[in-house]
């Protein structure tokens, strides 16, 4: 990379550090703000290096940037705490299953993840922290099956799910033992159960919009909503 590449990549490195401190000790306005002044700073490299149905890594350690033909090759070269997936312009049919994976970011850029498959979650998270998914449109084409979810998450803390739009068959989001996570900004509809949280706590809710849901917009069981939610 050039010269002034590498100055951008410092940047970003230094701005990573502050955002992902920020994001572990306070999920609300000041994360809020760091996030629209890192979306700021990392959009106008994304367009430059952006192709259609493609995805950046960028690596947090390594000052490159790398173009993937599937998230999913994207995200298993993602080795580096901190380490941020882009998800260019496009469709994209691919579901994405994250286990122990600590401190990445996943981000769409009027990006799309569809799947036809029955009986299948678009994105899994299983025994994972610090992970932030923002921008995605989620969709599944069998919208009508009882056991297909957008996003299923078990046994992970620290999570931030924001700005997304997620239509599934079942569960929008599905939460079992989550604990300190912010979801805020998304846009949960055409779900039986547009978000479900079980045995979870510490959960922040903010500007989520449900709508269009046939069961309930919001369930939770193992622990009463006082306890789930702030």
């Known amino acids: 990379i ?3 590449d ?3 990549f410092l940047g970003l490195k230094q ?7 920020t994001f572990i000790n306070t999920l609300e306005e000041e ?13 106008p490299m994304a367009h430059q290096y952006c192709q259609p149905n493609h995805v950046l890594l960028y690596s947090s350690s390594e000052y490159q940037v790398s173009l993937y033909s599937t998230i999913n090759a994207a995200i298993t070269a993602a080795t580096h705490p901190g380490d941020l997936v882009w998800l260019c312009p496009g ?12 401190h990445l970011l996943i981000y769409g850029d009027q990006a799309q993840l569809r799947t036809r498959l029955p009986k299948t979650t678009i994105i899994t998270l299983k025994d994972s922290q610090t992970i932030e998914i923002a921008g995605l449109h989620l969709l599944h084409e069998i919208a009508d099956a009882a056991t297909e979810n957008g996003i299923e998450i078990t046994h992970s803390s620290h999570i931030h799910l924001h700005d997304n739009n997620i239509e599934a068959g079942y569960y929008g989001i599905l939460l ?16 039986q159960e547009g978000l479900s949280a079980s045995n979870s706590s510490n959960i922040f809710l903010k500007d989520n919009r449900f709508f269009d849901n046939t069961r309930h917009d919001i369930s939770v069981s193992g622990k009463t909503a006082a306890d789930t939610f702030r």
Not at 91 to 102: G, W
């Open 176 to 191: 079992t033992d989550v604990h300190n996570a912010e979801i805020t900004g998304n846009h949960l509809h055409f779900s």
């Open 31 to 43: 994360e809020k703000r760091n996030y629209k002044r890192f979306r700021d700073f990392i959009t």
């Open 91 to 102: 469709t994209y049919y691919e579901t994405i299953n994250l286990v122990a994976r600590k």
């Open 2 to 4: 050039d010269a002034t």
């Open 6 to 8: 590498q100055a951008w």
């Open 15 to 21: 701005l990573l550090d502050t955002y992902d401190a």
